[in-house]
């Protein structure tokens, strides 16, 4: 199994499907597009160009982030960008719940990264990286704001690893 980030980093496990999935639903798209207007006798050169940009478009939109971390870092790439925060000098953390909940952590070095808390949850090693780097920034006294946040979400997590073992185990 090959890694994508540098050695010892932990990375969303679920990432490649959740990408397949978006580059299925981008090539469907395409495909009908060009079939429907194939038998419309209305394709040309210009329009199919317009499906197939269209069609990226939607790759673009449906393609989820790539979570990493590693020791004291934590990080978020997507098609256009990469961001990055020192798990071990956070300043604040927030979470704004709604259709699209997700975290926003901040660094004592100004730099700010969003991402969705489900992938914390789905992947442990993700989780445990970051709770690390969270208890280094109290120890240190950085984490000024948020503490409670992440202690919420850890107990959700702990939640949902315990019922998933009892619903192994047949004692759920």
Do not use: K
Not at 18 to 46: E, G, K, N
């Amino acid at each position: 199994m090959r890694r994508s980030g540098p050695p010892g980093s932990a990375g969303d496990r679920h990432w490649r499907g959740s990408a397949r999935f978006a580059v299925s639903c981008a090539l469907l798209f395409c495909a009908l597009c060009l079939l429907v207007d194939w038998d419309a006798r209305s394709l040309t050169v210009p329009r199919a160009l317009l499906w197939v940009t269209l069609s990226a478009a939607v790759c673009g939109v449906l393609l989820p982030q790539r979570v990493s971390a590693g020791p004291g870092w934590l990080a978020v790439r997507t098609p256009w960008r990469r961001r990055m925060v020192r798990t071990d000098a956070l300043v604040s953390v927030w979470q704004y719940d709604g259709v699209s909940s997700h975290l926003v952590l901040r660094d004592a070095d100004g730099r700010r990264l969003e991402l969705d808390p489900r992938v914390l949850t789905a992947n442990p090693l993700l989780w445990h990286e970051l709770d690390t780097g969270v208890r280094r920034s109290t120890e240190r006294g950085t984490l000024r704001q948020g503490a409670d946040v992440l202690e919420r979400l850890g107990h959700r997590i702990d939640d949902e690893a315990l019922q998933a073992v009892l619903r192994a185990s047949g004692l759920s």
